[in-house]
């Protein structure tokens, strides 16, 4: 670490992974109500609400963190200013905690979920973005000043480099893709058209361009590579991402009411969206493979994890059922749920594990650390969370068989065509629950252990 | 290329598509009120109250939600109104096993979402969802099987596996009553048999008609 300001990261980590333990607790509470549906006090809905939204939290909190780190060093100088940066983690700390009170309250009383100025008080029943319209405005508050600080950073020291461009580039349009998600329309099909802009050109836009520029600068980071070759390839990349992601979209527009033409232009370009994916994976073994000195073997090992897994879970999971043929039977069936679960864990959960394997030991400022821990976090999430897709993929064969082809009710198939399924899944939710434990346990333990002499050193790169 | 070349392609390439999008839906929230009835007070009211009860939480809807629960998109085509009424005010007591709990909906409260409900099954999806292959498949029958199918009985009761759960299974109805005037005393009017019944009368069906699906449900032992 050469910026005392790049410390500002370790506020949003720790933020980041205890989310991400409650986020599993709570996922594995899910699944208990998917085999008895009155297991917990809460209903369904309101733990679901939680399991997303701690998800879609925690992996902004962790892309903050990261871009706190990456900008000072590509701008080589300290963060504009460190006290508006705490400002703003505390100011999300504390939004946070409450929408997540409103939640609970509102799944203890619903009448509380009262309109007022239009809008529903504590919960806004829509899909990844229930936060009500007051936290709106809060969270688009933080995320402004956020992009300030950041921008600039970067102005002051008038050196911009393609990371840092790209990573902030990716940053803007995530706040703008937040703004169409805000407004009330009267008409579902309308609400549903600028959902997906938020939920689509998020996950399959704005993030994976981040994703690009963090996986460009952790390969700088733990193998040295030349900067202009990994720049280049990061180009190219999220290139790519943007003209198929872009119209990609498409394939959400299938059948919510919207015209047919969709069907082709979704159909296509959602096809090509794994061939930026897979260029990321080949792209990180041929850095590899160039490069013979590896400063940080688990933090390169989770980067290609990431990379990998991005390419399994969000490209190939996704373009089995992307083409309109396919999905007419498919679409709203666990089969989405299979691809939700790999591709959030590929893209974004191994990134932010990754970046902060490769960052947290420059930030406490030790050369070598302990990794026997991590590795076995990564390898316990890693096979539960495979287990878990295969459970949750056969699931849904079984409900598209038996539901959409042969006309069976869907209570039936899921009460009892798949109630093995969701044990499996149940159980292997508890080993994912026990990798997360470690992974945070890990995350506070991290350069403080004494190292065995098998452990590999840290320098700064 | 360049790293500038290649960077200006990312930027530039980047706006062309994003612009043909924009020029795809603004072509699109043209065509949408066309393809879709029009939207009232009520169905307005009935889209509020299904933001306020979350009910996308466990159901889905155009096949976007949770997963948890049925896809609510063309409900009120393959379920009567009366019965969703009852079921919304309180699933437990139209179905002992129904997992949807209690959430406090009012009688005016559901018929504004079940309104809301008809819109959303009236809006052309490009036929989604699919009919079953297996229902293009079934010959017509005769008798009381043909009954059954013409009223879409099958849309709430199992027999031998195949219908939905909203209602009791079929498979054994004639253990549990075999006498045929019992049934066509239900049929008419099933809350005159079954206090507090959500099944909605069948008024409209002829004498022949009753008596040939009593015929039938008589012999399902």
Known sequence: MKYQSQKIAQYFYTFAVVLFLVQVLVGVIAAFQFIWPDFFILNFNTIRTL??????????????GATYYVVPEESQRELWSVPLALFQFWATVVTVTLVVLGYIWMGLDPQANKVVLGTQLLNEGREYIEAPRWADWLIALSVILFLVNNFMTMFKSKRW??????LLGGLTFLALMYLPGMAYTSSMVKDQFFWWWVIHLWVEGAWEIIA???????????????????EKWMYIEVGLVMFTGILGTGHHYYWIGTPEYWLWVGGV?????????????????RTTREHRVVTNKIGLFLATAHAIFNFVGAGLWGVIHTLPQVNKWTHGTQITTAHGHLAFYGAYVLLIVAMIYITMPL??????FKTSRGYRSFWWMTISMVFIVLTITGAGMVQVYMERLLGLDYVAVKGTYNLWFWIFRAIFGFGFLYGVWLLVLDFFKLGKEPVSAASPAVQEA | MSNKGVRNLFIFGSVFFFLIFLGLSYDTIKQLDKRAPEITEEVNAGKMLWHKYDCIGCHTIFGNGSYFAPDLTKTTVNKPTDYLKKFLVNPRKVKKTAAMPVLGITAEEAEKIIVFLDWTSKVNTNDWPPKPVLAS??????GGVAVYQKYGCSACHVIGGVGGTSGPDLTHAALRQPDPEWHKKHLIDPASVVPDSAMPPYPQMTEEELNQLADYLITLK
């Open chain 1, 51 to 64: 399991h997303i939204n701690a998800l879609v939290v925690w992996l902004l909190m962790g892309l903050m």
């Open chain 1, 363 to 368: 930030i406490r400022g030790v050369t070598e």
């Open chain 1, 212 to 230: 690009g520029a963090l996986l460009a600068f952790m390969l700088m980071k733990v193998v040295g590579a030349k900067r202009e070759v990994v």
């Open chain 1, 161 to 166: 480099t393609g990371i840092q461009g790209t």
């Open chain 2, 137 to 142: 498949l079934v010959q017509p029958k005769a």
């Open chain 1, 269 to 285: 370009f959602s096809s090509l969206e794994p061939i930026p994916l897979l260029l990321m994976v080949w792209d990180a073994f």
